[in-house]
């Protein structure tokens, strides 16, 4: 009989976060073909569970804001938790490790013969060109797109045209294409519009038979600009365990379950140094930002590569040692992710298996079991409570049309409601504790791109509210299938009320400022 797997976990005391087991687990049958990765203990696959450890104490010591962390060896998970209220079931924004995967349609799309790397971009838009078509211009291949060398000073300013194809070939070229770097998510946008001009598919649907459903990556989504294009260089959502399963699939140079998804060679061509890339602030030697560009990967120290997004979203394939690292997280230091990454993990491996360690893969389950963001925990009560609890303030006018607020206060959290010309919202809100709801709440504040999943009109969040001093009342709302949170600050005055929202990119960041206005209200008489 085979148990499921999260209950025998949780039975066992590992809960959904845990490290991973032995495969040889009671009840686990790994079926030829299945999608599921392999669990294992890290010393029987050559990895020190202390290093691992140390891993996961420097990026809370460092305060990195990591979501998520999966750890691979040999094929099989050795590491895996999640930094609540973020969980395993539970998609992440991949903004530029999006990059990546459209790199692999363009290469499966050259697989089926639909095109070459050597292919003129006009080519593919007849009616986009300008009317004039300068020397550079014409010159652009598919593989300057992918190597992000299209010959552009600057990146293409399009997002706010209809056509972005069409503002992308208006564009002077100022250098000869292949031969200046430039990281440009409109290039790769270029590749997503030219697979579907190919295909008549978004690179989402045409990606779902030919890599997702042999991986087994249910429930991906990914923005789209508005002629319903899949946006390519961002936008892209899966779950932790999806970005290892799609690093392990390069780390297996194409291959899954005895079938070749991708050919060998274009994954060696996509992951080898093509351009001298830009970035980071540090010498050559300590920077990985400096070691070169693929097809849409950036290499890295100690032979590795890697495709990694805005804010630390990373899936680490190391072929030397057989590993693959998937990181998820809200880090304004990306770098310092990396160092901690070569390291601890990369420290901490072994050519061949290591005696089991009881003690360390004890702490080790107790730390990645325990994972939690730290909540804001100051007071859980007011004396201005009888005076405002389930109170209406009517709000002055205000660019956000919001109409009223109120706050509703219960024995262990709180609602927040908000009126605006769409209609009522409410966050829910635990005291010192995250609750898990949906809102309606547009999450578009908080991001770096304008861009919205097709159809998407509910957004999953996990709320917490603290009193800061008597007048003034906190909430932190996550939205836990992006990078990002929010601060929402209620300031009380006898009868009035100041409401100030901050976007988590602004606390990470002082020259980033939030656009919402404070909100200013008064007691409805």
Request: overall charge positive; hydrophobic content about 40%; aromatic content about 8%.
């Amino acid at each position: 009989m085979q148990l499921n797997r999260r209950l025998f976990l949780k039975q066992l005391g590992f809960g959904a976060a845990g490290i991973g087991l032995l495969s040889s687990l009671p009840g686990e049958v790994w079926a030829k073909g299945t999608t599921r990765l392999l669990r294992s203990t890290p010393e029987a696959q050559g990895i020190s569970s202390a290093g691992l450890l140390n891993f996961a104490n420097a990026v809370e010591t460092q305060k990195l804001n990591v979501h998520s962390m999966m750890v691979l060896r040999h094929g099989n998970v050795v590491a895996e938790g999640w930094w609540a209220p973020y969980a395993p079931d539970l998609k992440h924004t991949l903004y530029s490790l999006s990059k990546s995967f459209t790199s692999t349609a363009v290469g499966m799309a050259v697989a089926e013969k639909r095109l070459t790397v050597d292919d003129k971009v006009i080519k593919f838009f007849p009616d986009d060109v300008p009317a004039t078509v300068s020397e550079n211009l014409a010159a652009m291949r598919v593989k300057d797109l992918l190597t992000m060398s299209t010959g552009h000073d600057k990146e293409p300013a399009v997002r706010a045209e209809k056509n972005w194809a069409k503002a992308f070939l208006a564009q002077p070229v100022e250098h000869q294409p292949g031969t200046f770097f430039l990281y440009n998510s409109i290039a790769t946008y270029m590749l997503s519009a030219i697979v579907q001009k190919l295909t008549g598919q978004t690179v989402l649907a045409y990606l779902k038979p030919r890599l997702f459903d042999p991986l087994g990556i249910e429930g991906a989504d990914w923005e789209v600009n508005p002629q319903g294009i899949n946006t390519g260089g961002w936008g892209l959502r899966v779950k932790t365990e999806d970005i290892a399963k799609f690093g392990q699939l390069y780390l297996q140079k194409g291959v899954w379950n005895g079938k070749k998804l991708l050919p060998a060679n274009w994954i060696e061509d996509a992951t080898k140094f093509e351009i001298q890339s830009k970035g980071g602030s540090r010498k050559k030697e300590e920077n990985d930002w400096l070691q070169g560009y693929g097809y849409q990967f950036w290499r890295c120290r100690n032979d590795a590569y890697r495709g990694d997004g805005a804010y630390g979203q990373y899936c680490i394939v190391l072929p030397k040692v057989d590993m693959v690292v998937a990181i998820t997280s809200e880090t304004s230091d990306m770098q310092a992710v990396l160092d901690n990454v070569w390291n601890h993990i990369l420290g901490a491996v072994k050519e061949k298996a290591l005696p089991a360690d009881a003690k360390a893969q004890t702490d080790l389950k107790q730390k990645l079991t325990s994972l939690a963001l730290p909540v804001q925990n100051v007071q859980s009560t007011s004396p201005i409570i009888a005076q405002i609890d389930n109170k209406t303030f009517n709000i002055a006018e205000n660019a956000l049309h919001v109409k009223a607020v109120s706050l509703n206060f219960g024995k262990d959290g709180g609602i927040f409601r908000i009126q605006d010309d769409k209609g009522e919202h409410r966050i829910n809100c635990g005291m010192g504790r995250w609750v898990e709801k949906e809102t309606d709440l547009s999450a578009l504040p908080l991001k770096l791109t304008p861009t919205l999943i097709p159809g998407e009109t509910q957004t999953k969040i996990a709320s917490s509210g603290t009193w800061t001093d008597p007048n003034t009342f906190v909430l932190t709302v996550r939205f836990i299938e992006t990078a990002h949170y929010e601060t929402i600050t209620c300031n009380f005055d006898k009868d009035t009320v100041k409401v100030e929202f901050k976007k988590s990119l602004a606390i990470l960041n002082s020259a980033i400022k939030d656009d919402r206005p404070v909100l200013q209200g008064r007691l409805l008489a």
